[in-house]
């Protein structure tokens, strides 16, 4: 029964420190919108309907809320494969700072030898996915090795990897893969876009995100493989102290390159499902912030797999719904970007958030023993 018990307390401090973090994010974002002169509930309200949760006032011809909603889930499906790569490497001791990079080079190569080819969907959308999970891994797979055999630490790999991948890309992009119009790629072949494109459904147009599946089941099955399989346990002993790890037996540094590859997969999946799902293009030289952001989604999930499902969801209404949030209140775009800032300062904090809560439970439990001790009730 104790243990029961202790496993209850450890689930309630699970949901309930992400959950004083958001109501401190929250708070603290209401406090911004204030001194701008803004109502924080048109703010708020502004970026739900934004993102599909809430009814805007007038909609245009045959797009409705249903629309909105539809185009969330295609940016959410990357951020859930973000956080998941971001929250793989933290679980071995590493900090993957490169999913931006490793989202990059995926999408551009898949887009450069699927995306324009004439190729149908059914063969289009699986060597894509090949694609993310080969380029990412390997990207991964490298940082992991340099980081065994030379010592040489995640964050400056990745960070320098992310530098050569945006100007290698950019290159080719504005030399060889540019519209003449936009200055972007050009878009991929509609039957390569990761979207069941052109649904109906009351008379509303969306289109699904076929990522989307792909990424609830990457959460589950990363569930099962950190909590159920020897080589979760193996990556989250490494994680927890690499040096006990070593003293049992755990080869260490494979299973460094292990994570990493693992996380370099994720975030490739991430990548294509971006730019050949919801954005269709590249931007030259320019990292998407979402590879940032799912650092924040990943920490604020409590760096577990079904967390970064229900962070993303919160994070993303977010970033989704900036844009129209700024054009009908007049809030800077930049506030989502804000936001995502302070949740991540208080997610990070959420070791002395979970503390305090103990201490204050701590001095309850003691104040009414002292009440119901009668010895100090005759004193």
């Known amino acids: 029964m104790k243990k029961v018990s202790n496993r209850v307390k450890s689930s309630l401090s699970g949901l309930l420190v992400p959950f004083i973090s958001i109501v401190l994010t929250l708070i603290v974002a209401s406090i911004i919108v204030l001194l701008l002169g803004k109502n924080p509930i048109e703010v708020f309200l502004g970026f739900l309907r934004g993102s599909g949760m809430a009814l805007k006032p007038r909609y245009g011809g045959g797009q409705g809320m249903l629309t909105d909603f539809f185009s969330y889930l295609s940016i959410l499906t990357p951020m859930i494969f973000a956080s998941l790569g971001v929250m793989l490497g933290m679980r071995a001791g590493l900090f993957n700072i490169g999913v931006a990079g490793q989202m990059l080079l995926p999408g551009f190569l898949a887009s450069v030898i699927v995306g324009y080819s004439d190729l149908p969907s059914y063969l289009a959308w699986p060597l894509i996915i090949i694609i993310g999970l080969v380029v990412g891994g390997a990207l991964g797979a490298l940082i992991g090795f340099f980081k065994h055999r030379f010592n040489i630490h995640e964050v400056v790999t990745s960070i320098m990897l992310n530098y050569i991948i945006s100007y290698i890309t950019g290159f080719f992009i504005n030399t060889y893969f540019a519209d003449t119009v936009t200055r972007n790629s050009r878009p991929v072949k509609e039957a390569s876009r990761l979207l069941i ?45 690499k040096y006990c790890a070593r003293y049992a ?56 797999p079904v967390g970064c499902l229900f962070a993303s969801i919160l994070v993303t209404i977010f970033q ?3 844009i129209y949030m700024s054009s009908n209140v007049g809030v800077p775009q930049d506030i989502a970007s804000v936001i995502t800032g302070i949740l991540l300062m208080f997610s990070a904090s959420g070791q002395y958030i979970e503390e305090t809560l103990q201490r204050l439970g701590r001095a ?13 009730a005759k004193a």
């Open 249 to 304: 037996g755990i080869n260490v540094g494979g299973n460094v390159v292990l994570a990493m590859a693992m996380s370099g997969t994720l975030a490739g999946l991430a990548g294509v499902t971006y730019y050949l799902g919801f954005a269709n293009n590249m931007v030259p030289k320019v990292l998407v912030s979402l590879g940032y952001d799912s650092i924040a989604v990943a920490v604020l999930g409590n760096v577990a």
């Open 364 to 376: 309850s439990r003691s104040k009414r023993g002292s009440k119901t001790d009668p010895d100090q």
């Open 197 to 241: 494109a052109g649904q109906t459904g009351g008379g509303i147009r969306f289109d699904f995100p076929v990522g989307l599946i792909v990424a609830l089941i990457a959460v589950f099955l990363m569930r099962f493989l950190l909590e159920r399989m020897t080589v979760g346990f193996r990556i989250n002993a490494v994680g927890l102290n």
């Open 320 to 322: 989704k719904g900036s």
